[in-house]
């Protein structure tokens, strides 16, 4: 079975701040990776995957298999970014499916 | 609006009850993926159907189905309603079946209150 597991609901930090949002995987294949982001009032949406290896918005996201973790990283947190993330992973047959970690809801305080 | 589109936005009914939720996916996407976001299972997938076909099944329960038309739109019906499935009923699109790096563009959700 795959799992996601966000273990902060809620993370604070002040603008200019390093932040890290942890996500950790259980599954027996070779992952795919995603995080997703709901901005208030806003629609869910794709932040990053981790097959692009891109940055966006200034956050980043190594895929680490021995640790089996995709934290989400940012070296200087802006309250734009204060919003809820998903961690989620696709993989197996069921093509498309994505598994959802809990979220953790960051605050980016002035 | 070019993206997906859901309707209700909002559902009120009663234990017992059934209800039909719509979803219209961005034009031209083929695959359609229904969520259920409640507060403490979280995000859930439910079930994808690719150009009309059932692709993938998730948690979803016997008492629910769902179909895909020709004309690509997604109904997802729930029936002898419970307390418990009140919650936030996401419809998510994506362009292809085949490559699970696709992004998928989700709808702004129904939320169901069952009384």
């Known amino acids: 079975a795959q799992r996601v597991t966000q273990p902060e609901k809620l993370l604070s930090v002040f603008k200019g701040a390093p932040v890290e949002l942890k996500c950790n995987y259980s599954?027996?294949?070779?992952?795919?990776l995603f995080w997703y982001v709901q901005y208030s009032r806003q629609r869910l949406q794709l932040l990053l995957r981790?097959?692009s290896r891109e940055s966006i918005k200034g956050f980043t996201a190594d895929l680490n298999k021995g640790e089996t973790s995709f934290h989400l990283k940012k070296p200087f947190a802006q309250e734009e970014d204060s919003a809820m993330y998903y961690c989620?992973?696709?993989?197996?047959?069921?093509?498309?499916?994505?598994?959802f970690g809990q979220g953790t809801i960051l605050t980016v305080h002035p | 609006d070019s993206g997906v589109t859901q309707t209700p936005k909002h559902l009120i009914t009663a234990t017992g009850q059934r209800v039909t939720l719509r979803c219209s996916p961005r034009s031209g996407d083929l695959s359609v993926y229904w969520y259920q976001q409640s507060l403490d299972q979280g995000l859930q997938f439910l079930i994808q159907?690719?150009?009309?076909?059932?692709?993938a099944k998730g948690n979803i329960l016997e008492r629910f189905s769902a179909q895909q038309f020709p004309d690509l739109h997604s109904e997802l019906n729930l029936s002898s309603l419970e307390l418990g499935d009140s919650a936030l009923y996401f419809c998510?699109?994506?362009?292809?079946?085949?490559?699970?790096?696709?992004?998928?563009?989700f709808g702004p959700g129904t939320r169901l209150t069952v009384l």
């Open positions: 989620a992973l696709a993989g197996g047959t069921s093509y498309g499916k994505l598994t």
């Open positions: 998510a699109s994506s362009p292809e079946n085949s490559d699970p790096y696709n992004e998928q563009f």
């Open positions: 599954y027996s294949g070779s992952p795919e």
């Open positions: 159907y690719y150009n009309g076909e059932e692709r």
């Open positions: 981790h097959i």
